[in-house]
């Protein structure tokens, strides 16, 4: 099924769960659902790491997320495993993804119980996708989620990670015609993971003394502290950070991995020390 064909279908079981199938006289005003939390984020697709280096834990972040005012954040393909997601971000109006939210809910597919199967390959990780409109979030995780990823899957279970490849295209294409920038964040999580005396970093440390904002813990695996850092210094962080592979900084003589996160997310967190 393609974009515009899913869009058409979501929009049908929207229009029949607003109107409660009822009977109404033609002609008469359908209900639009009402607009979403302006910071909430309604729809995101998230993947995880499998058997892979240290670093790529913490630097998870969505594939796609979909804020409850509008804004629509893509990731742009990654050029390094190993450096932090860069995003576009393209505005929509609210309705719009009031409309979209709704429809995928009345989907059914954002959920536990979905079956998505498991295929026969190892060392893969999880995509994780979720959805938060009107109700509590709902979640779907799915192992090696993939067009190669096939081997042992049953003919429902490849149908429901078709949908999901819809679901995907029909999200992004809510950004089809809009303008889009480069997204500059404001707010960023910084991850500490143990350094490696080699190679030695060459590159210094762009933002403040780490001392002063890495309080934090957090669950990721590999990380000793983290911390959150806003404003100016997030923005000039995360774009210097951008050319450091590996995350590797020199801080005042000493080899410092410090991994820097626009948009962490899910069970990437840093909490409170």
């Known amino acids: 099924m393609g974009t515009g064909n899913i869009y058409a279908a979501c929009g049908l079981v929207l229009a029949a769960v607003l109107t409660g199938c ?127 990823f ?30 889009a920038e480069d997204l500059v964040p404001d707010e960023v999580t910084v991850f500490e993971l143990e350094a490696a005396k080699d190679p030695a970093a060459t590159i210094p440390w762009p933002g403040p003394d780490p001392e002063e904002f890495l309080t934090g813990r957090s669950p990721v695996y590999g990380v000793e502290r983290c911390g959150l850092l806003r404003g100016p210094a997030a923005a000039t962080v995360h774009s210097t950070s951008l050319d450091n592979r590996g995350a590797a900084w020199l801080v005042d003589g000493a080899n410092r991995v410090l991994v820097v996160n626009p948009l962490p997310y899910g069970g990437v967190s840093c909490e409170a020390g």
């Open 22 to 148: 009822s009977t109404s006289s033609p002609g008469a005003p359908t209900a639009e659902p009402a607009p979403l939390p302006a910071d909430q984020i309604v729809f995101a697709v998230s993947s995880g790491p499998g058997y892979s280096p240290t670093i790529m834990f913490s630097l998870q972040s969505p594939a796609i997320a979909i804020y409850g005012d509008g804004r629509i954040l893509l990731r742009n393909p990654p050029e390094n495993y190993d450096l932090p997601g860069s995003y576009s971000v393209s505005q929509v109006e609210p309705a719009e993804v009031a409309r979209f939210a709704a429809a995928t809910e009345a989907g059914g597919l954002i959920s536990r119980s979905t079956d998505a199967g498991d295929p026969q390959v190892t060392d893969q990780g999880n995509t994780t996708f979720t959805l938060h409109a009107d109700t509590a979030p709902a979640t779907l995780s799915v192992y090696a989620y993939g067009s190669r």
């Open 150 to 179: 096939t081997e042992g899957l049953s003919a429902d279970e490849k149908a429901v990670r078709a949908r999901l490849a819809d679901l995907v295209d029909t999200a992004r294409g809510l950004t089809d015609g809009r303008p």
